[in-house]
C-alpha cells in the first residue's frame, strides 16, 4: 500500500533552489521516522528551461546532490514514476531510484547550461548503470535517451499504459520487504564494481550472518 506521506510530486521544470532541497529532505525526514513498511514514491516530469542555472551556486548544488544521496540511501526501497521529458532534478532522481517506472514517450535528457550539458552526479549515474559507450551522445551531444532505448539499457525498469496500476501491484511485495535488509543489499550492489571479491567477502558474509539470525529468530 502506497502511504501517501511517502510521495512526492516533483517538477522538473523548476529551476533547482533551496525550496527543492528542502522538499526532498522532508520526504526523507517522514521515510526514517515512518514505522510502517511501504515504498518512498516520486512522481516526476518535466526539464528544466533555458537560463534555468542563473544565480545557481556550487553550494546549492553540493547540497542538493547530498540529498539525492540520501534518498538512493534510505531503508525502504525508493520507487520513480517518470512520464515526458525528464531533465535536471527529475533525471536525478529517477536515477537514484530503486525501482523506474516510465510512461510511453518519456525521454531522458540532460539538462545542459554553459554551453554544454550539465556535468553533475547524473553524469556519474548514467556512466555507472548504462556504461561510457552506452550514454556518449547523450551526455556530450545532448541526445535523449527515449523510453525504448532506457529499457533496452536497463535505465529504467518498466513502461506502463498505466503507471498507477503498476505502482499499486508493486506496492504489494515492497510492504513484505524488510527496509534495513534491502539498505543492506543495495549498498553491496553498489560496492559489487568497485571492490574485489576478497575486500567484499566480508561484508557479504555479515549480510549473510544476519540473514540466518533473523531466519533463526523467526
Known sequence: MVNSELVLRLDGTRPLSAASVEELAGLCDRAEDHRESGPVTIHVTG???????????????????????????????????????????ALDLLLAADVRIIA???????????G???????????????????????VLLGAPIDADRALALSLVDEISDDPAAALADLAETVDAVDGKEIAIRRQLIFEASSTTFE????????AADRALRREAAS
Open 47 to 89: 526539464a528544466p528551461p533555458a537560463g534555468w542555472s542563473e544565480g545557481l551556486t556550487v553550494g546549492l548544488v553540493s547540497k542538493w546532490e547530498r540529498v539525492v544521496r540520501r534518498f538512493e540511501r534510505l531503508s525502504r526501497v525508493t520507487i520513480v514514476v517518470a512520464s515526458g521529458d525528464c531533465a535536471g532534478m
Open 104 to 114: 510511453p514517450g518519456t525521454r531522458l535528457l540532460l539538462a545542459e547550461a554553459g
Open 116 to 138: 554544454a550539458t550539465w556535468p553533475g552526479m547524473t553524469v556519474h549515474r548514467l556512466t555507472q548503470q548504462a556504461g561510457a559507450a552506452a550514454i556518449r551522445r547523450a
Open 199 to 206: 575486500d567484499a567477502l566480508g561484508a557479504h558474509l555479515a
